[in-house]
């Protein structure tokens, strides 16, 4: 079946560093990727779509400069969270579209952010 | 716009019981509708999805799931709770070409 890597699963760092999490679509082709973030007890938010080859359409609220979305590859999509504070601290999770039908969506494994 | 309800935040139920997490859903369009199970730390794993056809949709670990248009509704079923079964589940419903929209979770608890 579809595999989606994320990686890494567990980072610590120091406000006002940069972090970067990846994640790959291994034995498929993703034109399309999701990133969300969940706050801890909630649900998904969505936070930007992300198409291969074209900028991130991102939801309201989001801050573009923060949260930088790359996806140079149908394979690669990647995560910057940028000059992060204490309150970016979450568990932020990619999810891969296969195919044009819509209906199919594999999710990474989650990576945890905390921020000190 | 799409949406999704999913009633109790937290449901508990013995082990060998019935396990029932209710989900309903609004959508302008024919929807495209999703379980999925969280466990601590972890991604989502997709339990059963419905697209298109059968209403009865049955999924991974003995859960199942019916449609029913009339109702808005896509409620989960397993009949005999397991303790692995303990988890957060989240219903979620796409028109095909947009992102998963995600309720707010139901936390089940399996009682021994």
């Known amino acids: 079946g579809a595999v989606v890597s994320q990686h890494p699963s567990r980072v610590i760092c120091k406000s006002g560093t940069s972090v970067k999490i990846e994640c790959r679509s291994l034995?498929?082709?993703?034109?399309?990727m999701f990133w969300y973030r969940q706050f801890p007890k909630k649900s998904l938010m969505l936070m930007a779509t992300?198409?291969?080859?074209?900028?991130?359409?991102?939801e309201q609220g989001v801050e573009k400069d923060k949260f930088l979305i790359n996806h140079a590859s149908l394979t690669l999509s990647t995560l910057t969270v940028t000059s992060a504070h204490p309150e970016d601290s979450s568990f932020y999770i990619c999810?891969?579209?296969?195919?044009?039908?819509?209906?199919?969506?594999?999710f990474g494994s989650g990576t945890r952010l905390t921020v000190v | 716009a799409q949406s999704v309800t999913q009633l109790g935040s937290h449901v508990s139920v013995s082990e060998g019981a019935l396990v029932l997490l209710r989900c309903n859903y609004s959508?302008?369009?024919?929807?495209?509708l999703f379980w999925y199970v969280q466990y601590p730390n972890q991604g989502l794993q997709l339990l059963l999805k419905?697209?298109?056809?059968?209403?009865l949709v049955k999924g991974i670990n003995g859960f199942e799931a019916e449609f029913k248009k009339s109702e808005t509704s896509f409620h989960l079923t397993k009949p005999s709770a397991h303790m692995s079964d303990a988890a957060e589940y989240f219903c979620?419903?796409?028109?095909?070409?947009?992102?998963?929209?995600f309720g707010k979770g139901t936390r089940l608890s399996v009682i021994a």
């Open positions: 034995d498929f082709q993703a034109t399309t």
């Open positions: 959508s302008s369009v024919p929807p495209y």
């Open positions: 999810s891969a579209q296969q195919g044009a039908q819509g209906y199919g969506y594999t």
């Open positions: 979620a419903v796409s028109s095909g070409n947009t992102p998963l929209v």
């Open positions: 992300s198409n291969e080859g074209s900028k991130a359409t991102y």
């Open positions: 419905y697209t298109t056809g059968a209403t």
